[in-house]
């Protein structure tokens, strides 16, 4: 069985081939996004931990990527 995607002619058993390992990929993403959200106090978090919640969830790839980009407050460096 092949399937037409962008005007080519595929094996089903290539694109599963193709699409599983990036699946699980954006999967692992969004779990240890969503890990960090919800082990980061509130005040180490740019804005609402719910709101990040959404985002990571809603927002295939970017979401994730963008909560570690902008999310995360970054503890500073204390001096002694």
């Not at 962008?6 to 990929?25: D, F, Q, R």
């Not at 804005?47 to 979401?63: E, M, R, S, Y």
């Amino acid at each position: 069985m092949h399937v037409l995607l962008l005007g080519l002619n595929i094996p089903t058993g290539t694109l599963l081939s193709l699409v599983l390992p990036l699946a699980a990929l954006e999967l692992i993403l969004i779990i240890v996004a969503l890990v960090d959200l919800i082990r980061r106090e509130p005040s180490r978090v740019n804005g609402n931990k719910i709101v990040w919640g959404l985002i990571i969830v809603l927002i295939a790839t970017i979401g994730p990527i963008c909560y570690f980009i902008l999310g995360r407050k970054e503890q500073e460096d204390v001096r002694v």
